[in-house]
């Protein structure tokens, strides 16, 4: 049977490097009667001038621009709705996220939150918000989750040790500004573990069962700048054609996402981010070659065509080229010092059933994935990482 797909993604992105600068040029893009501004951020990107970037340019333009950095790092939903409380009653016109995937989250969530008369509870999950937010821009400042051309946004459950996704068309921004400028001084660890992040988004999306020609045209870019950009961005942080390849591979990623959803990787890292606080991309990283591993049956012609953007030599059995796909991923958490080992964040055996069962409701993305994975499955990956 044929599939239908669809795409969508942010209404205006405008890349470059400075393209920072162009704020001014383009907050038209959202309307003409934008009168206050509200920028969702962290503490180090006030420290390194990002938001003085943006300040200046909207007070050019007489627009009255406010700060808030409360956003905390994997943000919980009572987090994020602790900010909104104290923004509700001021009525922003436009609401900006400068930062990562964390802060480019929350921003998404506090817009919805200001026109949804909702908690955030009732609307995680897939087209449950109602109404139209308030109109945002996204900044990126890491390459990595893509969140910026997403309609989705990640919250972490405390109480029920897992992380869940909010999806709707309504968290899509007005406009987006990609500059890679802004991820020259991110320390080695964030490059390391938000790049195989970008990575893993569009390799899921490539073999995910909802993969289809829009996402694998995203998909097979994205790869191809990462592979060829990764460890160079990672060693030598200040090339900027490495962080443009970064920055854009990342972007492309969150197309493919958009276009055709991750899979099993993302479904058992949840639990360990939701429970452990292990960062998303490191979670991910971990699992990354043990999940390909268990679905290489399935996916061997799509590991072969992943080979090529990777720069893997193909001229082998499909299933050589396959197993060479992965040990290259495994090659890259060394170079990339990605750790490999649940026990350094207090991961014990007796733990590993728990997260098992909270992995196996992630059902949105555990469809997606190729091959299925009952429980023992997903003990079975998780106890490979207890080393």
Same mark, same amino acid.
């Given at each position: 049977?044929?599939?239908?797909?669809?795409?969508?993604?942010?209404?205006?992105?405008?890349?470059?490097?400075?393209?920072?600068?162009?704020?001014?040029?383009?907050?038209? $893009?959202?309307?003409?009667?934008?009168?206050?501004?509200?920028?969702?951020?962290?503490?180090?990107?006030?420290?390194?001038?990002?938001?003085?970037?943006?300040?200046?340019?909207?007070?050019?333009?007489?627009?009255?621009?406010?700060?808030?950095?409360?956003?905390?790092?994997?943000?919980?939903?009572?987090?994020?709705?602790?900010?909104?409380?104290?923004?509700?009653?001021?009525?922003?016109?436009? #609401?900006?996220?400068?930062?990562?995937?964390?802060?480019?989250?929350?921003?998404?969530?506090?817009?919805?939150?200001?026109?949804? =008369?909702?908690?955030?509870?009732?609307?995680?999950?897939?087209? #449950?918000?109602?109404?139209?937010?308030?109109?945002?821009? $996204?900044?990126?400042?890491?390459?990595?989750?893509?969140?910026?051309?997403?309609?989705?946004?990640?919250?972490?459950?405390?109480?029920?040790?897992?992380?869940?996704?909010?999806?709707?068309?309504?968290?899509?921004?007005?406009?987006?500004?990609?500059?890679?400028? $802004?991820?020259?001084?991110?320390?080695?660890?964030?490059?390391?573990?938000?790049?195989?992040?970008?990575?893993?988004?569009?390799?899921?999306?490539?073999?995910?069962?909802?993969?289809?020609?829009?996402?694998?045209?995203?998909?097979?870019?994205?790869?191809?700048?990462?592979?060829?950009?990764?460890?160079?961005?990672?060693?030598?942080?200040?090339?900027?054609?490495?962080?443009?390849?970064?920055?854009?591979?990342? $972007?492309?990623?969150?197309?493919?996402?958009?276009?055709?959803?991750?899979?099993?990787?993302?479904?058992?890292?949840?639990?360990?981010?939701?429970?452990?606080?292990?960062?998303?991309?490191?979670?991910?990283?971990?699992?990354?070659?043990?999940?390909?591993?268990?679905?290489?049956?399935?996916?061997?012609?799509?590991?072969? =065509?992943?080979?090529?953007?990777?720069?893997?030599?193909?001229?082998?059995?499909?299933?050589?080229?396959?197993?060479?796909?992965?040990?290259?991923?495994?090659?890259?958490?060394?170079?990339?010092?990605?750790?490999?080992?649940?026990?350094?964040?207090?991961?014990?055996?007796?733990?590993?059933?728990?997260?098992?069962?909270?992995?196996?409701?992630?059902?949105?993305?555990?469809?997606?994935?190729?091959?299925?994975?009952?429980?023992?499955?997903?003990?079975?990956?998780?106890?490979?990482?207890?080393?």
């Amino acid at each position: 049977m044929q599939k239908i797909y669809k795409f969508q993604t942010a209404d205006n992105i405008i890349a470059g490097q400075n393209s920072i600068e162009t704020l001014k040029d383009n907050i038209g $893009l959202i309307g003409d009667e934008v009168k206050s501004v509200l920028v969702i951020t962290q503490k180090p990107m006030q420290d390194l001038g990002f938001v003085d970037i943006i300040t200046r340019q909207l007070n050019e333009k007489g627009i009255k621009v406010d700060v808030n950095i409360d956003t905390i790092p994997e943000p919980t939903a009572q987090s994020i709705e602790d900010i909104s409380s104290k923004i509700k009653k001021a009525h922003y016109d436009v #609401l900006i996220g400068i930062g990562g995937g964390s802060v480019l989250d929350t921003t998404k969530i506090l817009a919805v939150l200001e026109k949804n =008369d909702n908690t955030i509870k009732e609307i995680l999950g897939t087209d #449950l918000v109602k109404y139209p937010g308030t109109p945002t821009i $996204l900044i990126p400042t890491t390459a990595g989750t893509g969140s910026e051309v997403t309609p989705n946004a990640i919250v972490t459950l405390p109480e029920e040790q897992l992380k869940i996704g909010m999806v709707s068309r309504y968290l899509l921004p007005k406009l987006v500004l990609v500059d890679p400028n $802004l991820t020259v001084g991110l320390p080695k660890a964030i490059t390391a573990s938000t790049g195989m992040d970008a990575f893993i988004h569009s390799l899921e999306s490539y073999i995910s069962n909802k993969a289809n020609p829009i996402s694998d045209m995203f998909a097979m870019r994205s790869m191809k700048l990462i592979s060829s950009s990764i460890v160079e961005a990672y060693e030598n942080g200040k090339s900027i054609k490495a962080r443009e390849n970064m920055i854009l591979g990342s $972007l492309y990623g969150g197309m493919a996402l958009t276009a055709a959803g991750t899979a099993a990787v993302h479904a058992l890292a949840y639990p360990l981010g939701g429970s452990f606080k292990i960062a998303h991309g490191v979670a991910n990283s971990m699992l990354l070659p043990h999940v390909m591993e268990f679905n290489m049956d399935c996916i061997i012609d799509r590991l072969y =065509d992943v080979a090529e953007p990777m720069g893997i030599d193909r001229n082998l059995p499909a299933n050589k080229v396959a197993e060479k796909v992965i040990e290259r991923l495994r090659e890259w958490t060394k170079i990339l010092e990605i750790p490999q080992n649940l026990k350094e964040y207090g991961v014990k055996k007796e733990d590993i059933h728990g997260l098992a069962v909270a992995a196996s409701k992630v059902t949105r993305l555990l469809g997606n994935n190729p091959k299925k994975l009952g429980i023992q499955d997903i003990e079975n990956i998780y106890n490979k990482l207890l080393k």
